[in-house]
């Protein structure tokens, strides 16, 4: 089972690419500082009303205390009255967040007319950081060499043919609830909201400038895969034409996702149009929150209502399936909550739930590795998975944004959401008028169906089944288009040693008549100096078609790319080939992949 990396987030490695050139194994750690000039923030959200300032007393912990919705004054008089603090409240809901260090707390206030439960959202001490958070420092930004490639994630969803119907529109805004986002980033900032980016770490809305930026580097990835920038530079998200909000419900430090940062998040993304969002985490402390205990029910019932609200503004939320290889439709134990103090081995069944993925009208996700297969860390579950998407596995990573103009790959469900969410923004681009549910069922209706491997633990049928759900995303049939021709594809890894000449078969079969004068070759080849390559297609009778042949001096990394062969003189049909030639020592690589479209 593949360890939660930072608590709650949904990624199982990764790593960073400095620049253009350089790949480290780095841990998650917040960028390096520059000065940034301020401007006027936006005005509070007015569902959740901010409490004073004040010094936190030992032992402070924090609570949710559930209310009929509408006016909770009553019971916010309450909490005070029985040794709290009233640290936030959402009237709309019902959900007051308190804060006290009494340790009979919650007791007096379950015993209050009009509260229907309460619970600690935390086994720790609420951080003193709470009443008076930093603001999260400005990455210094590293400009990119790096040019836009079709990259094995988009191909794979068919984002790169979508974007011939809508790169997505400007009024679709799209809510990353995650560790913050880097806005400064050259392939965020041109679509990044900050008017709408908030911080809801500790369980209310910071509308200071830069108060969403990121103390991680999970959530500004996340947004590159949403809606990274169509400019040339670096990569291309899904969705590279809607606007991307931060609202950072992960605490420095810890890096936790607690239920009222949560709870604060929802409430700001239906209060703030957002069409969807992309929730890569669990909520804290607990990986599996159960009904029949008292603070974990709190939790459930607080976050759904949230969930609730914003889905009844108009949002869809998107959720991460999670990294522990289990089957959440067989609950049984789980030994790593609580997460904020010491973990316990605890039995636990279906009626626990892993949230917000498990909440009702959340689009839960698993993660595809290259191809049609369960990433290997991926949870699954008949029933509970809604939709697959790509996530990565080992040496196929996603890759995207890091903070300081950086790139790099990352693994994990945390990378298969947002391929999802940025699909459901095209979808909404292309008919604004889709409610929620539309943008569910559509994105079902419309999955590639994707059987059951040879697997005991996939049950269900091609159209629907534990791994993959109603199947794989696909974002050219979300948008309503059609594929330009008949396409195929070698997925079978060929190395390319030194001084040596390979090839790579595709068989072609079902396409009548001549190869079309613009017949399409999409390469991906790994190699750590392509100076030495020299890539040709070989057509069924044997002619050869030079794509390129790389200067000698060429000492850039791999061969992304599609070519265009006029091969209108070839019968379609036979076996077309790959011809990878080296033609120096030293370096070698692989053809990982490639393929024709007619």
């Given at each position: 089972m593949l360890p939660h990396i930072s608590a709650g987030l949904r990624r199982s490695a990764a790593v960073a690419a400095l620049g253009a050139a350089v790949a480290l194994a780095v841990p998650a750690v917040p960028a390096a500082a520059v000065p940034q000039t301020p401007a006027a923030a936006p005005a509070a959200v007015p569902a959740a009303a901010a409490a004073p300032s004040g010094a936190r007393a030992a032992g402070t912990r924090a609570?949710?205390?559930?209310?009929?919705?509408?006016?909770?004054?009553?019971?916010?008089?309450?909490?005070?009255?029985?040794?709290?603090?009233?640290?936030?409240?959402?009237?709309?809901?019902?959900?007051?967040?308190?804060?006290?260090?009494?340790?009979?707390?919650?007791?007096?206030?379950?015993?209050?007319?009009?509260?229907?439960?309460?619970?600690?959202?935390?086994?720790?001490?609420?951080?003193?950081?709470?009443?008076?958070?930093?603001?999260?420092?400005?990455?210094?930004?590293?400009?990119?060499?790096?040019?836009?490639?079709?990259?094995?994630?988009?191909?794979?969803?068919?984002?790169?043919?979508?974007?011939?119907?809508?790169?997505?529109?400007?009024?679709?805004?799209?809510?990353?609830?995650?560790?913050?986002?880097?806005?400064?980033?050259?392939?965020?900032?041109?679509?990044?909201?900050?008017?709408?980016?908030?911080?809801?770490?500790?369980?209310?809305?910071?509308?200071?400038?830069?108060?969403?930026?990121?103390?991680?580097?999970?959530?500004?990835?996340?947004?590159?895969?949403?809606?990274?920038?169509?400019?040339?530079?670096?990569?291309?998200?899904?969705?590279?034409?809607?606007?991307?909000?931060?609202?950072?419900?992960?605490?420095?430090?810890?890096?936790?996702?607690?239920?009222?940062?949560?709870?604060?998040?929802?409430?700001?993304?239906?209060?703030?149009?957002?069409?969807?969002?992309?929730?890569?985490?669990?909520?804290?402390?607990?990986?599996?929150?159960?009904?029949?205990?008292?603070?974990?029910?709190?939790?459930?019932?607080?976050?759904?209502?949230?969930?609730?609200?914003?889905?009844?503004?108009?949002?869809?939320?998107?959720?991460?399936?999670?990294?522990?290889?289990?089957?959440?439709?067989?609950?049984?134990?789980?030994?790593?909550?609580?997460?904020?103090?010491?973990?316990?081995?605890?039995?636990?069944?279906?009626?626990?739930?892993?949230?917000?993925?498990?909440?009702?009208?959340?689009?839960?996700?698993?993660?595809?590795?290259?191809?049609?297969?369960?990433?290997?860390?991926?949870?699954?579950g008949r029933g509970v998975v809604d939709i697959a998407a790509p996530g990565g596995d080992g040496s196929y990573g996603v890759y995207s944004t890091l903070p300081g103009g950086k790139y790099g790959n990352m693994n994990g469900t945390s990378m298969a959401s947002p391929h999802v969410a940025g699909v459901a923004a095209l979808m909404a681009s292309v008919n604004p008028s889709l409610t929620p549910a539309d943008l569910r069922a559509r994105l079902a209706s419309q999955a590639a169906d994707t059987a059951c491997p040879a697997d005991g633990r996939c049950t269900g049928t091609t159209a629907n089944n534990g791994f993959f759900g109603e199947g794989q995303a696909d974002a050219l049939k979300a948008v309503g288009g059609t594929a330009p021709g008949k396409y195929f594809e070698n997925l079978t890894d060929v190395n390319v040693p030194d001084n040596t000449t390979v090839e790579s078969p595709l068989p072609v079969t079902g396409v009548s008549g001549y190869a079309p004068a613009a017949l399409k070759v999409g390469v991906d080849i790994e190699h750590t100096y392509r100076g030495d390559l020299v890539v040709s297609l070989v057509a069924p009778d044997g002619t050869v078609y030079l794509l390129e042949d790389f200067a000698n001096g060429d000492s850039g990394d791999d061969v992304v790319k599609t070519y265009t062969v006029n091969a209108a003189s070839e019968i379609a049909a036979g076996t077309w080939k790959l011809r990878v030639r080296d033609v120096a020592t030293r370096d070698t690589g692989r053809i990982d992949a490639w393929n024709l479209t007619f």
């Open positions: 609570y949710l205390v559930i209310t009929s919705p509408g006016d909770t004054s009553a019971v916010r008089a309450a909490v005070t009255g029985k040794g709290g603090t009233v640290f936030a409240h959402y009237d709309a809901i019902g959900v007051v967040v308190a804060h006290s260090s009494s340790g009979t707390f919650a007791t007096a206030m379950r015993g209050v007319t009009g509260v229907q439960q309460v619970g600690a959202t935390r086994t720790s001490d609420v951080p003193a950081d709470a009443y008076a958070p930093a603001l999260p420092a400005a990455p210094a930004q590293t400009p990119t060499t790096l040019t836009e490639t079709n990259r094995w994630d988009m191909t794979q969803i068919k984002a790169d043919q979508a974007w011939a119907v809508t790169t997505g529109s400007a009024a679709v805004k799209v809510g990353v609830l995650d560790t913050g986002v880097d806005d400064l980033h050259q392939d965020i900032a041109p679509n990044f909201n900050a008017a709408d980016s908030v911080s809801c770490a500790y369980g209310r809305p910071d509308t200071r400038f830069g108060a969403w930026r990121d103390v991680d580097t999970h959530g500004t990835h996340v947004a590159g895969t949403i809606a990274a920038a169509k400019n040339g530079k670096g990569v291309v998200g899904v969705a590279p034409g809607v606007k991307i909000s931060s609202v950072r419900i992960a605490e420095p430090g810890t890096g936790l996702f607690y239920a009222e940062n949560t709870i604060c998040g929802f409430m700001w993304a239906g209060d703030h149009g957002f069409k969807v969002t992309n929730n890569s985490y669990y909520t804290d402390p607990w990986m599996f929150n159960c009904p029949d205990d008292p603070d974990q029910a709190a939790i459930i019932e607080g976050v759904r209502r949230a969930q609730a609200y914003a889905e009844g503004k108009g949002s869809l939320q998107v959720a991460a399936a999670g990294n522990s290889d289990y089957d959440l439709a067989n609950k049984t134990t789980d030994t790593s909550s609580p997460d904020d103090s010491t973990p316990v081995t605890r039995r636990i069944t279906n009626a626990c739930l892993d949230i917000p993925t498990e909440l009702p009208g959340v689009v839960t996700v698993s993660s595809t590795g290259r191809g049609s297969v369960k990433a290997s860390y991926s949870n699954f």
